[in-house]
């Protein structure tokens, strides 16, 4: 059964400050993604990684993807408030179309002014 | 046009009623998704279409019944349904980004209560 574990469930963290969020997954794939998702809103795509040793920065997010370890991570620099959301991970275990996206089990992250 | 638009936005009704969701994207996407997503969990993947055909469908009651009739449209037919089947449903669309990989485009979400 194909598992993928975020940790941690939930994050509380003052503004300006640093965290990291971890991803595990169970099998092999090339593809990981980040989704972010507000409260009563669907789920908006944060970065799409594809090999091994991949890192992509969008602003104070930053995420990684070490396939050898089936570990993703997404790093926050510096947090401001509206970076509060639940943050998700997601493998994609399929070929070119129709893809199986498997999701993480999700961070929920408040960020305290 | 980089969205992918889903009504009704909300949904109730009874466990002997038939309803339908219907979700529309015009970016040409080939794949397209619907999952199921409880309050504080992430999506479940339910079914997956490619090039019009169902090519996955993870295990999903037959109550819910997956219909695309173009490349833009994709409709769930729901009929006896059960009180544990509330929850946000989601479609998603995706194409190949160019770089081997799929960024998914999800639509708003029909938030559905069976009463």
């Known amino acids: 059964e194909l598992k993928v574990e975020q940790n941690p469930l939930f994050l509380s963290m003052q503004e300006g400050k640093n965290y990291t969020i971890y991803c595990n997954y169970s099998?092999?794939?090339?593809?990981l993604y980040w989704y972010r998702q507000n409260p009563g809103k669907s789920l908006e795509s944060l970065f799409v990684?594809?090999?091994?040793?991949a890192v992509k920065q969008e602003g104070r997010l930053m995420a990684s993807l070490d396939t050898k370890a089936r570990l993703s991570t997404l790093h926050i620099t510096a947090a401001v408030h509206d970076l509060s959301a639940t943050y998700f991970c997601?493998?994609?275990?399929?070929?070119?179309?129709?893809?199986?996206?498997?999701f993480g089990t999700g961070t929920s992250l408040t960020v305290i002014p | 046009d980089t969205e992918v638009t889903q009504t009704p936005k909300h949904l109730v009704m009874g466990m002997t009623n038939k309803k339908s969701l219907k979700c529309e994207q015009h970016?040409?996407?080939?794949?397209m998704y619907w999952y199921k997503q409880k309050a504080k969990k992430p999506p479940e993947l339910m079914f997956v279409y490619s090039y019009e055909k169902l090519s996955i469908n993870e295990s999903v009651p037959s109550r819910f019944s997956p219909e695309c009739p173009n490349s833009s449209l994709l409709n769930l037919h729901l009929h006896a349904l059960q009180p544990e089947d509330s929850a946000l449903y989601l479609c998603a669309s995706s194409q190949d980004d160019g770089a081997g990989g799929l960024a998914q485009y999800f639509g708003p979400g029909t938030r559905l209560l069976v009463l």
């Open positions: 997601a493998v994609d275990t399929g070929g070119n179309t129709g893809n199986q996206f498997y």
């Open positions: 099998t092999t794939s090339d593809r």
């Open positions: 990684l594809l090999s091994n040793g």
């Open positions: 970016m040409g996407h080939r794949a």
